[in-house]
């Protein structure tokens, strides 16, 4: 909670009236982000791994490029069984999508034995440069694989397909 933004919010009427009215969506990600804090992975995983973002839904560039793919927790669970077995999946958190999903999006994917989820905290070149592998949908994390010499795959067709490095899975 930002003190000066909730101070700004409470300066007009019409945002006081709209909080109170949507304060079970506020309750709602209070408790989702309560629950995430106590499960999701803090530190980057040991061991060699293949390394999925998922995207801030909705997102105009994942219901148009990749229309296929909108559903990340399909994904996850396909990149679960499909993987090498010495491979784990380790999946991070949109930080702008933080506390929307909760338990009823990641305990199903906690579940899988060799996925990882990690918060949005975690350090995004860390994660990058120690993954063995990077599967994107449309997310820019797919360039960043690639300028730092990763192998990544992409679902849908991102602006950045064209690049040497980039592999167009479909499973």
Not at 40 to 63: C, Q, V
Not at 92 to 102: A, S, V
Not at 156 to 166: D, E, H, L, V
Request: charged letters at 20%; proline letters at 6%; glycine letters at 6%.
């Amino acid at each position: 909670f930002n003190i000066r933004k909730l101070y700004s919010s409470l300066r007009s009427i019409r945002r006081v009236r709209s909080g109170i009215k949507n304060y079970r969506w506020h309750l709602r990600e209070m408790q989702n982000r309560l629950w995430l804090r106590n499960n999701l992975a803090r530190e980057i995983p040991k061991g060699p791994y293949l390394l999925f973002y998922l995207s801030h839904l909705p997102e105009a560039t994942t219901f148009t490029q990749a229309p296929r793919w909108a559903y990340p927790e399909a994904i996850v669970e396909q990149l679960a069984i499909n993987a090498p077995t010495n491979l784990r999946i380790v999946v991070k958190e949109h930080p702008n999508t933080y506390g929307r999903r909760g338990r009823s999006f990641f305990k199903p994917l906690l579940d899988l034995p060799n996925v990882v989820v990690c918060d949005p905290r975690v350090d995004n070149f860390a994660l990058v440069s120690n993954s063995a592998a990077i599967i994107t949908v449309t997310g820019t994390v797919g360039l960043e694989g690639i300028v730092l010499g990763k192998r990544v795959g992409v679902l849908g067709r991102p602006y950045y397909a064209i690049y040497k490095g980039i592999s167009e899975l479909n499973f």
